[in-house]
């Protein structure tokens, strides 16, 4: 739908570098930094120097009038937007308050967040949780915090995952769901066989339990035959002596 207005048919040795070391930062890349080969697709007709908000420099800054806005951004990359960071660092002039984020996705636009900012310089993070990849992003701007006609941004930042950092990240998951499983299993199967051999030792021990107790009801049962016996003998004894 949308064309880029740069040749990017080659990554530039900057572009490289700029992405291999926002990668292995704590963030990740920067997808909406025009060192990366984003830019802007189009933007209100009052937006002045829109492109400022993707140079990493603070030196400009977006302007327009303070009425409903839009700007929408062509990222380096089609990722699954996780965080947005906007900040304005211009104090003569309003704050953009009340801002809404879209993705373009199979030709359709879909809402991702609307958030209210603080009039603050430091920036502001949005965290979000994208259904679809995407590499169009569009900025729109409801309302101001300010008295000032004029608004000003400074600095936009989108980071993601891409379609094979999230692929890594589900089979990394999957991978340590499907090790948790074992070790769970292993683990039943240890507590079942121990329960089994508990099991196997209370019955041991009962049926050793049980032979000793027949042994002793057997000796007694022989000392008891022998007590009566004895007085028996005892009585065929006394009556003999008495004839």
């Not at 740069?6 to 909406?32: E, H, P, Q």
């Not at 993707?54 to 806005?69: H, I, Q, V």
């Not at 936009?156 to 499907?178: H, P, S």
């Not at 079942?192 to 209370?202: A, G, M, V």
């Amino acid at each position: 739908m949308f064309k880029n207005k740069y040749d990017t048919k080659g990554m530039s040795i900057y572009r490289f570098l700029y992405m291999y070391i926002s990668v292995i930062s704590a963030k990740g890349c920067n997808y909406a930094s025009n060192i990366c080969g984003s830019f802007i697709l189009m933007s209100s007709d009052h937006i002045k120097r829109a492109e400022t908000i993707l140079n990493t420099k603070n030196d400009n800054y977006l302007m327009g009038k303070c009425k409903e806005s839009f700007i929408i951004v062509r990222l380096c990359d089609e990722i699954k937007i996780k965080l947005i960071i906007l900040q304005n660092l211009e104090w003569q002039a309003s704050f953009p308050k009340s801002v809404k984020f879209s993705i373009l996705n199979n030709q359709n636009w879909y809402e991702i967040g609307t958030f209210e900012l603080l009039k603050k310089r430091s920036p502001q993070s949005f965290t979000l949780n994208s259904p679809h990849f995407s590499n169009i992003l569009k900025i729109e701007i409801l309302d101001f915090n300010g008295k000032f006609d004029i608004f000003t941004l400074s600095s936009l930042k989108v980071f993601g995952t891409t379609m094979m950092e999230d692929f890594k990240e589900k089979e990394f998951i999957k991978t340590q769901c499907m090790n948790l499983y074992d070790i769970f299993s292993s683990k039943i199967i240890k507590l079942e066989k121990y329960n089994e051999l508990k099991e196997n030792f209370i019955v041991f021990e009962l049926e050793k339990e049980f032979l000793h107790l027949k042994k002793v009801v057997y000796k007694l049962k022989n000392c008891v035959l022998l007590i009566l016996l004895l007085l028996l003998l005892s009585l065929i004894f006394i009556l003999i002596r008495k004839i």
